[in-house]
């Protein structure tokens, strides 16, 4: 079985850590890179060509935008925006990109506060995405 390659991207330390060694834990992904800003997300995404990118809403004040220049570098991956917020109507799009995230084919998101399971199945739903386009 082929591996789902995934790449994480997020400021925070904690969640990075958090997520690599959780996902590294499943059978079914593997976790090619791991960055902390969006150039080096920018420039993993290129030489990686990740399937998914998991992507923070809070990278460099606007991880949405990341999304959008990662998948001109690497057109097949999915995004995945973690979020802070628990669900979509919960801010404005003046105070929050979250709306227009779901409205790109390439993008789906999920708040911070999900849980493991949540994750999981976003990103082997993503997957599988990419796969069917």
Same mark, same amino acid.
């Given at each position: 079985? %082929?591996? *789902? ?8 330390? #904690?969640?990075? !850590?958090?997520? %690599?060694?959780? @996902?590294?834990?499943?059978? +079914?992904?593997? *976790?090619?890179? *791991? ?11 290129? #030489? ?10 809070? @990278? ?5 935008? #990341?999304?959008? !220049?990662?998948?001109? *570098?690497?057109?097949?991956? =999915? ?10 109507? !919960?801010?404005?799009? =003046? ?6 995230? #779901? ?5 789906? +998101?999920?708040? =911070? ?21």
């Amino acid at each position: 079985m %082929e591996k *789902v390659s995934v790449l994480l991207a997020s400021p925070n330390k #904690t969640l990075r !850590q958090s997520l %690599e060694r959780v @996902l590294g834990h499943e059978d +079914w992904i593997q *976790v090619v890179g *791991v960055s902390a800003s969006k150039v080096d997300a920018l420039d993993m995404a290129k #030489t990686l060509a990740p399937q998914v990118v998991v992507v923070d809403l809070e @990278l460099e004040g606007d991880g949405l935008e #990341t999304g959008r !220049q990662i998948l001109e *570098v690497s057109p097949d991956a =999915k995004i995945i925006v973690l979020s802070p917020y628990d669900y979509v109507g !919960q801010v404005t799009v =003046k105070e929050s990109p979250i709306e227009p995230a #779901t409205a790109i084919e390439s993008v789906d +998101w999920l708040s =911070k506060k999900s849980s493991l399971a949540d994750l999981l199945k976003t990103i082997s739903a993503t997957e599988k995405r990419r796969r069917v386009h």
